[in-house]
């Protein structure tokens, strides 16, 4: 049986981990206190006396092929991008939510729609905890999921903390232990890909906290990037801007950038590839293809959210919130916005596979040789 000294040389000394914290969320909810998240996000023993190398950890790992079937007839996966069953484009109704979220903020309305109705207790986020980071969050209430809503930099601040404090990713599911300490047990995941199938392999096992998770929100991810002096100076040079005059960040097909002038910088992907986190060049998931619903920027209006309904469970939602809390773009008139939204999607997760597929076959060359 494989245990985490393997994960430490298969998935870190690679540089492969996502640090989503799937391995130690088990540990710790079952209070084994082996493991722990270090401050920079890295899975480590906090107490290798009290490890039982029950080899849970190394299943749970999304970077690990271990539990691939079980885990896609727990999501109803279904190539070539996860099960489908609606495309669309949405936004919240309320305008404070739109003014204040990213994109259509219909993540935000749907979750704030689920409290409302007494479906959910709580809903793992993440929140702005400085003037450039966001950290994991346990929300409880419906304000408190709006006061984390969006990603505003503070332009009293500049941008000149950018380096050291911003990061595209936060370890979300690290906030299954208090969410455990708190006996909460109808709660909500708002994830990345890598952090989604980490739940999904949990439920696959059977094993706590996943039981307590009834919704999961997956994120569209080209990738995570961070951010430090170097990359900052290489950023200007491309975007033509100074960070100084950046006030808010989003992430879509491009990196854009709004400035204090009312102009927007966009930057296209494929040239931030020189700062994306080294473990995300091996990631094949772009679409959160294990979530009950996927949401992202891609093929939508400014203004505007898509939405990939996966699950009965996410056309549900979808369903109980349409004319509440989201309106639904009018696609009368444009009867192939649909099917060409879905298409650049696809084309997007196809980019990410083959992308994916291409490092793993060079690290397996290298390891060869």
Not at 51 to 65: H, K, Q
Not at 67 to 73: G, S, V
Not at 238 to 253: H, S
């Amino acid at each position: 049986m494989k245990t985490f000294e393997n994960l430490i040389e298969e998935v870190q000394k690679p540089g492969l981990c996502h640090h989503c914290g799937g391995c130690v969320t088990f540990c710790t909810s079952i209070n084994y206190g082996a493991l722990e998240l270090s401050e920079e996000g890295m899975p480590r023993f906090a107490d290798r006396e009290k490890c039982i190398e029950c080899g849970l950890c190394y299943s749970i790992c999304p970077e690990i092929d271990e539990l691939q079937e079980e885990t896609r007839k727990v999501a109803g996966w279904e190539p070539p991008m996860g099960h489908v069953l609606d495309t669309t484009v949405a936004r919240a109704i309320d305008p404070a939510i739109r003014r204040k979220a990213t994109d259509g903020g219909v993540v935000t309305a749907l979750l704030a729609h689920l409290f409302d109705r007494g479906h959910i207790d709580g809903a793992i986020v993440t929140r702005q905890s400085g003037p450039f980071e966001r950290d994991p969050w346990l929300a409880t209430s419906r304000q408190e999921i709006i006061d984390a809503a969006g990603f505003y930099l503070d332009s009293s601040h500049g941008m000149k903390h950018f380096g050291h404090d911003y990061s595209t990713y936060a370890p979300s599911v690290q906030e299954f232990r208090p969410m455990v300490q708190k006996g909460l047990r109808r709660v909500a995941l708002v994830g990345t890909p890598c952090q989604i199938k980490a739940l999904r392999k949990m439920e696959a096992l059977g094993i706590v906290p996943s039981d307590s998770i009834r919704y999961t929100l997956g994120l569209f991810c080209s990738g995570n990037f961070l951010f430090d002096a170097k990359e900052k100076e290489e950023l200007e040079k491309i975007g033509g801007f100074k960070w100084e005059d950046v006030v808010k960040v989003n992430l879509r097909d491009h990196l854009i950038l709004r400035l204090n002038t009312g102009e927007k910088k966009m930057i296209p992907l494929e040239k931030l590839e020189f700062m994306k986190r080294y473990a995300c060049h091996y990631c094949p998931d772009y679409s959160a293809e294990y979530a009950d619903i996927s949401f992202g920027g891609l093929g939508a209006e400014e203004g505007w959210t898509t939405v990939i309904t996966r699950s009965p469970v996410g056309r549900a939602i979808m369903a109980d919130a349409k004319d509440k809390t989201i309106e639904i773009f009018n696609f009368d008139t444009a009867a192939d916005k649909s099917a060409k939204i879905f298409s650049k999607i696809k084309a997007a997760s196809d980019r990410k596979k083959a992308y994916s597929q291409q490092m793993h076959d060079k690290l397996l060359e290298g390891k060869s040789a």
